[in-house]
């Protein structure tokens, strides 16, 4: 930039003074007009380098689009049937292939093995539960086990002293009879025992053949035969069996005790040397 013009001094003077104010006033009005295209020149300028900038960075956009487009066109050229690339494309396709079927395989394995070892644990789960049921069933069959053996061994003790106080019945019967062999009293206790034995026996095989029609008829046909009535079983098989044996048990004891009884009321009722035999007659 040139320098500024000197300030003109504004004077009130004659004439003469006047011409020279319109000078100055135009060297003014001209370093102005000046400075403003000076500055406008600068602005332009600024203007200029920031475009060239501009433009060198499209430039350098416009090569890298450039190259893109070439890799991109590139890669829809028609490929050789024999190049290397394609072989080796074929390759790996089929090791894709493979990898696949095999991840297929074993997701298949690993599922099925879930699957095995779902229904395995809710095995275990119902067998565990069977398994408590069952030791509780067991426990409670031992207690009634041991109760059942305890309540045999208290029959077995009851029935040998009831055929010791038999034995000893007998004894004072023969005595008081005068006689060494069976008495009638002692016929109709061994009559009245082998028939509760009867009944048992007959309870028990029909409780163990009545679920075979044929052999239940032939057995049928046999007591029917022998005039034994055929006894009446509630539970089938083993069970029914058991439950008629441990019926039979009782009723046989029940009579024992009730001929023991009946002799007892004999012995207790002579006054005399003589038996009086009406009180103890064969029902």
């Known amino acids: 930039r040139g320098d500024k013009p000197p300030k003109a001094v504004v004077s009130t003077q004659s004439t003469g003074g006047e011409e020279e104010h319109s000078a100055a006033y135009y060297v003014i009005s001209a370093a102005q007009e000046k400075e403003a295209l000076q500055r406008e020149g600068d602005e332009l300028d600024a203007n200029i380098r920031k475009a060239e900038k501009e433009i060198h960075a499209l430039e350098n956009t416009i090569k890298v689009m450039n190259a893109r487009n070439s890799m ?12 290397e690339d394609l072989e080796e494309e074929r390759t790996l396709e089929e090791q894709r292939r493979a990898v696949m079927d095999k991840y297929k395989y074993k997701r298949r394995q690993v599922r099925e093995l879930q699957e095995d070892l779902d229904a395995m644990s809710r095995t275990y789960d119902n067998l565990s539960a069977e398994e408590a049921t069952i030791t509780g069933q067991v426990g409670d069959a031992e207690s009634r086990l041991e109760m059942g053996k305890k309540q045999h061994s208290d029959q077995m003790s009851k029935l040998d002293r009831v055929s010791k106080q038999l034995v000893r019945y007998a004894r004072e019967v023969r005595t008081n009879k005068g006689k060494t062999t069976h008495t009638k009293e002692e016929d109709d206790i061994d009559v009245r025992d082998m028939a509760d034995f009867n009944k048992s026996i007959s309870k028990d095989l029909v409780g163990s053949i009545q679920s075979y029609p044929e052999a239940f008829s032939t057995l049928s046909n046999l007591l029917y035969q022998a ?7 509630t539970g089938p098989g083993t069970g029914g069996s058991r439950a008629s044996s441990r019926a039979s048990s009782s009723s046989s004891i029940a009579s024992v005790r009730s001929d023991v009884s009946s002799v007892k009321s004999v012995t207790l009722g002579v006054t005399s040397p003589t038996l009086q035999l009406g009180k103890l007659s064969p029902k």
Do not use: D, G, L
């Open 227 to 233: 005039n034994i009535p055929i006894p009446s079983v």
């Open 72 to 83: 991109y066109r590139s890669n829809f050229t028609k490929v050789e049937q024999s190049s």
